[in-house]
């Protein structure tokens, strides 16, 4: 079926134009059918900024019923006061999936443009498998008598879209419908679900002098580069944070450094914090270790480290080492986890929590 595209069209004058489009495709291509009844009462059915064509009050032949149910997708033009509307078929959301949870339940569907496949690779990825443990843990907020004093439902969620990072799930784009079981008010619910990661704090101490090590990177989402910790996503999900973050070091700096000489920081949080930094709750599930290195090196290490070019070009990895003053680190970095690692080193220091630092680091890629 070839696209009909609207334009400068009222939402009432688009709504009669495309039903007279379709009345007569119909009769043009059926004049020895049955007529359609109440074709004027089906009602346009609005979900996600999209309009479906609705059936239900229509009687038309079989053949065409792909037709009736094509879409038409709503989009405002900004500044002009215009929408437009393009009229296609075959892309609407396929049935939805049933799912339990806390003894109750709730559908899931995929939007428009996700494939039954990705959907199904989106419910058993470890984001969204930990998305819904979170949920019905003991601070989960389908709990009942939570900390928010507050007992809410999962109705309803649609998956809107995934990025594979080769055979497994790397990103998944969803929303939730939550709602206050009291008042029934719904809770913002746009998710995107990326799972853990680790960062390190790398403190190298010269003559005297403490020095952090950073790396610069081009981070497309924010337009810029930015100067931040190590740190990386965990591949699967057996939770190997210290693992990774001694690869993730070795990567982006060249250091080669032991398992057994990084101090968990965010393990020192209380543990109803569940032990992890969340640097933006209100959209993303992402939880962050913040690890500690320490180590005494010689000042050709510091000046060896500076301006080091590194990281996995073939992964889109654009990385330049920086040495800073550890006592001008908090004014160098806008990076949430540095300033997080920082507050976290600075109490631990306080309290006297933290074991001495181990002897200089090796050098492998120096």
Same mark, same amino acid.
């Given at each position: 079926?070839?696209?009909?595209?609207?334009?400068?069209?009222?939402?009432?004058?688009?709504?009669?134009?495309?039903?007279?489009?379709?009345?007569?495709?119909?009769?043009?291509?059926?004049?020895?059918?049955?007529?359609?009844?109440?074709?004027?009462?089906?009602?346009?059915?609005?979900?996600?900024?999209?309009?479906?064509?609705?059936?239900?009050?229509?009687?038309?032949?079989?053949?065409?019923?792909?037709?009736?149910?094509?879409?038409?997708?709503?989009?405002?033009?900004?500044?002009?006061?215009?929408?437009?509307?393009?009229?296609?078929?075959?892309?609407?959301?396929?049935?939805?999936?049933?799912?339990?949870?806390?003894?109750?339940?709730?559908?899931?569907?995929?939007?428009?443009?996700?494939?039954?496949?990705?959907?199904?690779?989106?419910?058993?990825?470890?984001?969204?498998?930990?998305?819904?443990?979170?949920?019905?843990?003991?601070?989960?907020?389908?709990?009942?008598?939570?900390?928010?004093?507050?007992?809410?439902?999962?109705?309803?969620?649609?998956?809107?879209?995934?990025?594979?990072? +080769? $055979?497994?799930?790397?990103?998944?784009?969803?929303? *939730?419908? &939550?709602?206050?079981?009291? =008042?029934?008010?719904? #809770? @913002?619910?746009?998710?995107?679900?990326?799972?853990?990661?680790?960062?390190?704090?790398?403190?190298?101490?010269?003559? +005297? $002098?403490?020095?952090?090590?950073?790396?610069?990177? *081009?981070? &497309?989402?924010?337009?810029? =580069?930015?100067?931040? #910790? @190590?740190?990386?996503?965990?591949?699967?999900?057996?939770?190997?944070?210290?693992?990774?973050?001694?690869?993730?070091?070795?990567?982006?700096?060249?250091?080669?450094?032991?398992?057994?000489?990084?101090?968990?920081?965010?393990?020192?949080?209380?543990?109803?914090?569940?032990?992890?930094?969340?640097?933006?709750?209100?959209?993303?599930?992402?939880?962050?270790?913040?690890?500690?290195?320490?180590?005494?090196?010689?000042?050709?290490?510091?000046?060896?480290?500076?301006?080091?070019?590194?990281?996995?070009?073939?992964?889109?990895?654009?990385?330049?080492?920086?040495?800073?003053?550890?006592?001008?680190?908090?004014?160098?970095?806008?990076?949430?986890?540095?300033?997080?690692?920082?507050?976290?080193?600075?109490?631990?220091?306080?309290?006297?929590?933290?074991?001495?630092?181990?002897?200089?680091?090796?050098?492998?890629?120096?």
């Amino acid at each position: 079926m070839r696209g009909l595209s609207c334009s400068s069209l009222s939402p009432l004058i688009l709504q009669k134009e495309l039903r007279s489009v379709l009345l007569l495709v119909a009769l043009k291509r059926n004049a020895r059918s049955p007529p359609v009844k109440n074709f004027h009462s089906a009602p346009l059915r609005s979900l996600n900024r999209r309009i479906t064509w609705s059936t239900t009050d229509c009687k038309v032949p079989e053949s065409y019923k792909g037709f009736w149910g094509a879409q038409a997708q709503m989009s405002s033009m900004a500044g002009e006061g215009m929408q437009k509307a393009v009229v296609r078929g075959g892309d609407a959301m396929g049935p939805p999936l049933s799912l339990s949870i806390n003894g109750g339940s709730f559908e899931v569907v995929a939007e428009s443009g996700v494939s039954d496949t990705d959907l199904r690779k989106a419910i058993e990825s470890v984001p969204f498998q930990r998305w819904l443990e979170n949920m019905k843990g003991p601070k989960g907020i389908l709990t009942l008598g939570g900390s928010g004093g507050a007992r809410c439902s999962l109705r309803h969620v649609v998956i809107q879209s995934v990025d594979m990072f +080769g $055979q497994r799930v790397g990103f998944v784009k969803f929303k *939730a419908e &939550v709602f206050d079981d009291l =008042t029934g008010a719904k #809770l @913002p619910g746009i998710v995107f679900a990326r799972g853990g990661a680790v960062a390190i704090l790398m403190l190298l101490e010269c003559e +005297g $002098q403490k020095y952090a090590v950073l790396t610069e990177q *081009a981070r &497309v989402p924010v337009g810029r =580069t930015i100067l931040e #910790l @190590p740190a990386g996503m965990l591949d699967d999900d057996d939770g190997d944070f210290v693992g990774t973050a001694a690869r993730e070091v070795e990567e982006e700096t060249g250091i080669h450094i032991k398992t057994s000489e990084l101090v968990d920081l965010t393990a020192l949080l209380d543990e109803s914090t569940g032990c992890r930094m969340f640097p933006s709750p209100g959209g993303s599930d992402e939880e962050i270790t913040l690890l500690l290195y320490r180590g005494y090196v010689k000042q050709e290490v510091i000046s060896s480290l500076q301006g080091q070019e590194t990281g996995l070009r073939d992964h889109g990895e654009l990385i330049k080492v920086h040495v800073v003053p550890y006592n001008t680190l908090w004014r160098s970095s806008p990076d949430a986890k540095a300033l997080a690692a920082i507050a976290l080193y600075e109490m631990a220091l306080k309290l006297n929590l933290l074991p001495l630092p181990p002897n200089a680091p090796e050098l492998s890629a120096l």
